[in-house]
């Protein structure tokens, strides 16, 4: 029995104000604690994160809006240098037919007006014209076969009329293959 609990005096004093308003003020500190780190910092915290993925949404639509742009403009440039190529292929095929009907403008003897000139097919070009004289339609011909890109000029049919001959010839066009090729590569 020596150890017996209850054998030991009790105190029958009451808990003094202070002490239960300490208590109670530690009770109460622990609740506000709890209720800081349970709701408070989770909501605070989820309100934080809210804002950043507001925040990178935002830069991701931005973003998004830049890319489509950015492809916009791409594209855009590269219908630019598709035209910018049919463009100089036209300037180049230009030059060469602005080329060829020079050097045909200055085969033909100074007599000889030319009344009509077409291209019929891709390599041949018909002329129709008038010459006082035959010798002049043949200096012609001689002078158009005398070019290299010209492979062969074919001597149609002359009439006689009032003031000299009305005649036609067709001109084939010699197109080295290089140019042809060339031609195929940059369409």
């Given at each position: 029995m020596n150890y017996d609990i209850n054998l030991l005096p009790k105190?029958?004093?009451?808990?003094?104000?202070?002490d239960t308003f300490l208590i109670v003020l530690v009770a109460l500190?622990?609740?506000l604690a709890i209720a800081y780190?349970?709701?408070?910092?989770?909501?605070?915290?989820?309100?934080?994160l809210a804002g950043e993925i507001a925040d990178k949404e935002n830069e991701l639509n931005i973003l998004n809006e830049q890319i489509a742009n950015y492809t916009d403009l791409v594209k855009k440039a590269a219908e630019l240098e598709q035209k910018n190529d049919a463009?100089?292929?036209l300037q180049s095929g230009y030059t060469k037919a602005s080329?060829?009907?020079?050097?045909?403008?200055a085969a033909m003897p100074e007599s000889i007006i030319i009344d009509n000139m077409a291209i019929v097919f891709e390599n041949?070009?018909?002329?129709?014209?008038?010459?006082p004289d035959y010798r002049s339609i043949a200096q012609?011909?001689?002078?158009?076969r005398s070019l290299d890109y010209?492979?062969?000029?074919?001597?149609?049919?002359?009439?006689?009329?009032?003031?000299?001959?009305?005649f036609r010839a067709n001109i084939s066009l010699a197109i080295p293959q290089n140019d042809a090729e060339q031609g195929e590569d940059e369409a």
């Open positions: 105190s029958d004093k009451p808990l003094s104000g202070f500190s622990i609740l780190a349970g709701f408070y910092l989770p909501l605070s915290s989820k309100a934080k463009v100089r292929q080329q060829i009907l020079s050097d045909i403008e041949t070009i018909s002329i129709v014209g008038r010459s012609m011909i001689v002078n158009l010209i492979s062969e000029v074919t001597f149609n049919d002359a009439t006689l009329q009032d003031q000299g001959y009305s």
